[in-house]
């Protein structure tokens, strides 16, 4: 038997080729697993973040405000940007190599002949990981789906669900109400359930009828609204009035809403804090969220890879002012490129579009195909990856101009690489 991997590189490696298939949604394999490691449980208090689009952003700003009110509080998101590390932090800061590694070697002691996906072995890693840092509240994002994710192995206090758009239609259903029974897999019986639209597909409010949880939706429930500059929020019993968050976009503000449900419903009292939870608003930072990192030209990343978040950030860019968005597009073969386009062709007037590699990866010639058919050839070119677009973009940028960098969590973390190497 070859020795278990003694560095964070080697055991990615090692766990994205060994199973099978990457998505092989199921509890049994998993459970089995978790039942031997003792059914680790991240802290006492947990709330689970399901969805289309939205739940990095909803699970960052729920970990702040249960932070800024004293609570010591683990996150457990994907995928990651530059290090997988990212996906598990303890009040704010990543896990360790160490603590990491420790983890990945229980796991991999406990599994025996059971075979787990990349996914899967790295969520029971992030339970072990929390588990024993004496937590007050975690808050865990679902890979995919809900019903069958393997985040679901664990019964939330606070079941969220984001906006619910079309995607991995392939293992989700072909329609919305399919998709939203999916979701609404992780809501728990009399256990509240917090929607970030208000009107969720009705597969979702089905399920919490059935199994009578409380529902609160943004704009019926709970509501947010500008006042000045200052934002109202409204709901379970409470009225608060922040500042706006620091995050491009009314989606944001919309996300912070949805969190603020959450935080209420499982700790009434945090929004009372509202000198503590403003401080932690105004400092909140997510990386690849419509993030600025370059001027002049402006270039703006987003790791939006739906027709959904297409539409969030066009709606951005309608404040944009003048000149032209260049949109440095990369997407998996997976994804609804024609659809993406659709949502994002009134804010853009050139697409660079850009080979990504790997098994799903997407070539630019074929992507280019797909964009022309909903916005015409003339303002379409095809680049043999990321860095070629993106350089390109740069050499014909005007002062005025902005370059968006869109389609996938791989192109934000490609297009970051080539403009910190300069």
């Not at 003694?6 to 199921?26: F, K, M, N, Q, Y």
């Not at 947990?46 to 289309?52: E, P």
């Not at 603590?99 to 796991?107: E, I, K, S």
């Not at 014909?396 to 190497?421: C, H, K, Q, W, Y």
Request: charge should be negative.
């Amino acid at each position: 038997m070859m020795p278990p991997p003694d560095s964070i590189v080697e055991w990615l490696r090692l766990l994205e080729t060994r199973h099978p298939v990457a998505i092989d949604l199921g509890l049994e394999r998993i459970g089995e697993v978790w039942d031997r490691l003792g059914k680790p449980r991240p802290a006492s208090r947990l709330i689970t973040v399901a969805g289309t689009n939205g739940k990095g952003s909803t699970v960052a700003f729920a970990a702040a405000l249960l932070g800024a009110a004293g609570y010591r509080v683990g996150t457990y998101t994907s995928p990651h940007l530059m290090r997988y590390n990212e996906r598990i932090r303890i009040a704010g800061t990543e896990l360790t190599d160490g603590r990491l590694l420790d983890a990945f070697r229980q796991v991999e002691n406990a599994r025996g002949d059971i075979g787990l996906t990349y996914f899967e072995f790295g969520t029971l890693a992030a339970f072990l990981a929390l588990a024993d840092q004496g937590l007050d509240h975690a808050v865990l994002e679902v890979g995919l789906g809900g019903r069958l994710d393997a985040v679901n192995l664990l019964d939330a206090d606070v079941s969220v669900i984001t906006p619910i758009g079309l995607d991995h239609q392939e293992y989700l259903g072909s329609d919305l109400e399919s998709i939203g029974a999916e979701k609404a897999g992780i809501i728990r019986a009399g256990r509240p359930v917090v929607c970030g639209e208000s009107d969720p597909p009705e597969s979702v409010l089905r399920v919490a009828q059935r199994l009578r949880a409380p529902v609160h939706r943004l704009g019926r429930e709970f509501s947010i609204t500008e006042v000045g500059t200052e934002l109202r929020w409204q709901g379970l019993q409470t009225e608060i009035r922040l500042p706006r968050p620091p995050l491009a976009g009314a989606h944001q503000v919309r996300n912070l809403a949805t969190a603020m449900a959450a935080v209420a419903a499982l700790e009434s009292g945090v929004l009372t804090r509202g000198d503590a939870l403003a401080r932690a608003i105004a400092g909140i930072q997510i990386p690849g969220r419509l993030q600025r990192i370059r001027e002049q030209p402006e270039v703006l990343v987003d790791v939006g890879h739906n027709p959904l978040a297409a539409e969030a950030v066009a709606a951005t860019l309608e404040s944009a002012g003048n000149g032209r968005t260049i949109c440095v597009l990369g997407m998996l073969r997976d994804k609804d490129a024609a659809g993406v386009a659709a949502g994002l062709a009134d804010r853009v007037e050139i697409w660079h579009c850009c080979s990504l590699g790997g098994e799903r990866g997407r070539s630019g010639t074929d992507l280019a195909g797909e964009v022309a058919k909903v916005t015409g050839a003339g303002a379409v070119t095809a680049f043999d990856g990321v860095r070629h677009g993106l350089r390109s973009a740069l050499d014909r940028a005007g002062a005025n101009d902005r370059i968006l960098v869109f389609g996938s969590f791989t192109t934000a973390v490609e297009a970051m690489e080539f403009l910190e190497a300069g």
